[in-house]
């Protein structure tokens, strides 16, 4: 069954950086892309970035744009998140989700991780 | 970037009722339009993917309609279980974006 589990997610202080990882299991991870979405306290889903299933790749959204990362390890069924500079505004659950169709960029998500919570206090 | 919208923002609904939850998109995203729901203190799940397509074991009293800007949502029968916050999601045109969501509490 598909699993993916997210890790490295805490309290960081403004302008740090985080690398966020989600473990992937019991599909061909290499043959799909993978997206992040985050969740702030109480608030609705926003989209923040997208890979292609070889890494070629890479799409963000404005508000995180030149400032997070997103990376894959095919050899080790690894999404990565790399986070810098920090701000209070980034606090939330952070989720990988795998996209539904093979070999195409951005999809729908047809699984997500449980979530790891960032924290920026103000 | 294509702004969601979702109607109703809350619905509280009798069980065996039929709820309906629209998304409209602020231009046309032909299909790729996506319903989850959430939840609390859950992960999303996918139920529709493509505007119409049943995600693999979803109860069959969810479907979805709809192409271009404006979307369905449809649960047919309402159960104690379907407590929960759905939100459409395109993936049409980057940035990808998701709709606010709509709770749907039981009465």
């Known amino acids: 069954q598909v699993q993916l589990v997210e890790s490295g997610g805490g309290v960081v202080q403004p302008g740090r950086s985080l690398r966020l990882s989600c473990a992937a299991s019991?599909?061909?991870?290499?043959?799909?892309?993978m997206q992040w979405v985050r969740q702030a306290p109480g608030k609705g889903l926003e989209w923040v970035t997208v890979?292609?299933?070889?890494?070629?790749?890479?799409y963000y959204a404005d508000s995180v744009k030149g400032r997070f990362t997103i990376s894959r390890d095919n050899s080790k069924n690894t999404l990565y998140l790399q986070m810098n500079s920090l701000r209070a505004e980034d606090t939330a659950v952070y989720y990988c989700?795998?996209?539904?169709?093979?070999?195409?960029?951005?999809?729908?998500?047809?699984?997500w991780g449980q979530g790891t919570l960032v924290t920026v206090p103000s | 970037e294509i702004v969601l919208t979702q109607s109703p923002d809350f619905q509280s609904v009798t069980p065996k009722e039929k709820v309906t939850i629209t998304c409209r998109a602020s231009q046309s995203i032909g299909s790729s339009l996506h319903w989850y729901q959430q939840k609390p203190d859950q992960s999303p799940k996918l139920l529709i993917k493509y505007a119409s397509q049943s995600f693999s074991g979803v109860p069959s009293r969810f479907s979805g309609s709809g192409s271009g800007t404006d979307f369905t949502l449809t649960i047919n029968s309402l159960e104690v279980e379907d407590a929960a916050t759905y939100y459409c999601?395109?993936?049409?045109?980057?940035?990808?974006?998701f709709g606010p969501g709509t709770k749907v509490d039981i009465k």
């Open positions: 890979i292609s299933y070889d890494g070629s790749n890479k």
């Open positions: 999601h395109q993936s049409s045109s980057l940035p990808f974006t």
């Open positions: 019991g599909f061909t991870f290499s043959s799909y892309g």
């Open positions: 989700a795998k996209d539904a169709e093979t070999f195409v960029t951005g999809t729908a998500c047809d699984y």
